[in-house]
């Protein structure tokens, strides 16, 4: 596979998942994938617990993102093992920050934020990238380079924020003003875009009250906007341009976090700037720093074919689907909204 089919096939794949997202995921039977049985009250009807389509779709995209910073190394020739073990240190801690963060600055215990995890991600990369090559030295593993490693990172982050807000079109969650309170020039440019959300339990409509009016549809945009970057990242990527590639991907994907952050009206703390918007703010420098301080790049030349074979192995293909279900049992369990169940015989089938 060459590197304008692999671009190409991403880029369409991306798209098709997008945009089926952008027309669906807004509707009520979106929300709640299923439920399950956990007590038995008074009855003989059941306490359940939710299953939500947001843990669906935020498993897919942490998925994606791996994938796709696991295909770009692997290009490079890099060792999975020690791939592997970067990773696990990286999202063993940004997963919990993403509730961490939350609660630090929203003071809500069940809610997740990513913006929060991406900043603590940004802050420790370095040094869980150090750790790694600690670790792999003591497994009779090569070191990872940092700048190659860092740009992977960018992009996959990029992706990764782009898909996951399919998870938000279908929760209700991280939406944007009415679209009749906004400006003139918005609701010129974007009102043939606007979303409308459909189902009492969506965040949108208990939080915000706007359950079947129009509303700037930032999810959509914030999609579009990352994954495009993550395409731009990945062909410079390709092209060996490793420095550009890293510095492009936390720029874009912050600078639009800070813009996006005047188009929503859901609850992100107080203040002129967001929390979110400060920390998206001190990330860019901080990116520039970790270029400066890393070194020139080691003269690679990635081979997509190599990435893929560096995916198709027993032992990454398991390591993958353990990880989507992690992730679903930590997203996907909802403490927002619950169920009761009833079960009946159909005593006319027996």
């Not at 956990?38 to 306490?47: A, D, E, K, T």
């Not at 993403?98 to 069940?110: F, I, M, Q």
């Not at 490693?149 to 924020?161: D, K």
């Not at 409308?196 to 999810?219: C, H, S």
Request: net charge positive; aromatic share 12%.
């Amino acid at each position: 596979m060459t590197k304008f089919e692999f671009l190409w096939l991403l880029a369409a794949g991306s798209a098709g998942y997008l945009f089926w997202g952008f027309r669906t995921l807004p509707r009520e039977e979106w929300q709640i994938m299923a439920a399950l049985p956990v007590r038995r009250s008074r009855g003989g009807v059941w306490q359940g617990m939710n299953l939500t389509w947001y843990g669906f779709f935020s498993a897919n995209a942490y998925l994606a993102a791996v994938v796709l910073f696991l295909l770009l190394t692997g290009a490079l020739g890099l060792q999975p093992a020690a791939l592997g073990v970067f990773v696990a240190g990286l999202l063993g801690i940004c997963v919990p920050a993403s509730r961490w963060v939350a609660r630090l600055v929203e003071g809500k215990a069940h809610t997740m934020t990513v913006g929060g995890a991406v900043f603590v991600g940004l802050l420790i990369s370095p040094f869980v990238l150090l750790a790694g090559n600690r670790v792999a030295a003591e497994l009779g593993l090569a070191p990872l380079p940092t700048l190659p490693v860092l740009a992977a990172l960018g992009i996959a982050y990029a992706f990764g924020e782009g898909l996951g807000r399919l998870a938000c079109l279908s929760f209700g969650c991280c939406y944007g003003k009415a679209l009749a309170g906004s400006p003139p020039l918005l609701r010129l440019m974007l009102g043939r875009f606007s979303l409308r959300f459909f189902g009492a339990t969506k965040k949108i409509a208990y939080a915000g009250g706007l359950e079947g009016e129009r509303v700037l549809p930032v999810q959509a945009l914030t999609a579009l906007v990352c994954v495009v970057t993550g395409l731009v990242g990945s062909a410079l990527y390709l092209e060996k341009n490793f420095a550009t590639a890293f510095l492009v991907a936390v720029a874009t994907t912050q600078m639009w976090r800070v813009f996006s952050e005047f188009l929503r009206a859901d609850f992100r703390g107080s203040g002129r700037l967001t929390a979110y918007q400060w920390m998206a703010l001190a990330g860019i420098p901080y990116a520039a720093g970790l270029v400066s301080t890393a070194g020139p790049a080691p003269m690679m030349d990635p081979a997509i074919g190599a990435g893929l074979a560096a995916l198709w192995t027993p032992q990454a293909l398991l390591c993958l689907q353990v990880l989507w279900l992690l992730i679903f049992f930590c997203t996907g369990r909802s403490s927002v909204t619950s169920a009761t169940l009833e079960f009946q015989v159909c005593r006319e089938r027996i």
